[in-house]
């Protein structure tokens, strides 16, 4: 039915019902677990030894579906590449513990690569310490030190804490005063960025006419992309 809608097909579905097909499964396909990095300075990279490490890495972890060898294959090239300096790769390794992709991960360690992180003001470091905290909880504020970590890591342009951010506007959490035109043009912004999640937060928005104009042909194309 929502190929009918899609292609003008005779007695076609509406969008509405159209658009409440395929939901399900956009938002499965945007839920799908993406290991999402800050951007890389080329540039920077050319003058660093063993850089080359850690954008094998990256590219290895990129793909969703991670095989346990390949998850095994890119933290031992992040280990050798901070091992040899290039401490770029301390976020990751903590992301990689946290997230249990590794195997008995060590609180010693995840501590150890945040300091690294945030010593170079990795945004991905900032986000990973600002989700420590529950963004419902009524004793966190925006005046926390859980917000100044997200904000930091959104203010250098990482996508997945812009999308948190707009969450927190859309929600009215973190001392946030609700506002849901702010939160569409915060997922709108990651989702500009390539981060997934987004786009099922705005196609939700056109759907239901929440912080835009309600628009059910934006919102179907936009759970088709």
Do not use: W
């Not at 954008?55 to 991670?66: E, F, Q």
């Not at 420590?132 to 990482?158: M, R, V, W």
């Amino acid at each position: 039915m929502a190929f009918q809608y899609q292609h003008g097909i005779s007695r076609p579905a509406s969008c509405h019902r159209a658009a409440e097909l395929i939901k399900p499964y956009s938002y499965a396909f945007t839920s799908i677990t993406r290991l999402v990095f800050p951007e890389t300075e080329q540039n920077d990279n050319m003058h660093k030894t063993h850089a080359h490490l850690h954008i094998k890495a990256k590219s290895i972890l990129s793909h969703p579906y991670l095989s346990a060898t390949e998850i095994e294959n890119a933290t031992e090239l992040l280990v050798k590449s901070l091992q040899y300096q290039y401490h770029e790769s301390a976020s990751i390794l903590a992301q990689l513990h946290l997230d249990g992709y590794v195997k008995n991960p060590n609180i010693t360690l995840i501590n150890y690569y945040l300091d690294i992180g945030i010593k170079l003001k990795d945004p991905l470091a900032y986000y990973l310490i600002s989700c420590f905290f529950s963004i419902d909880d009524p004793s966190i504020s925006k005046y926390s030190l859980a917000f100044d970590f997200l904000k930091n890591s959104a203010h250098q342009g990482f996508a997945p804490a812009i999308h948190r951010i707009g969450y927190l506007t859309k929600k009215g959490y973190l001392g946030f005063r609700r506002n849901s035109q702010e939160a569409f043009k915060l997922f709108s912004h990651s989702a500009a960025l390539g981060y997934q999640p987004s786009l099922y937060e705005i196609a939700k928005s056109y759907l239901g006419g929440i912080g835009i104009e309600q628009n059910c042909n934006n919102g179907y194309l936009t759970l088709s992309e």
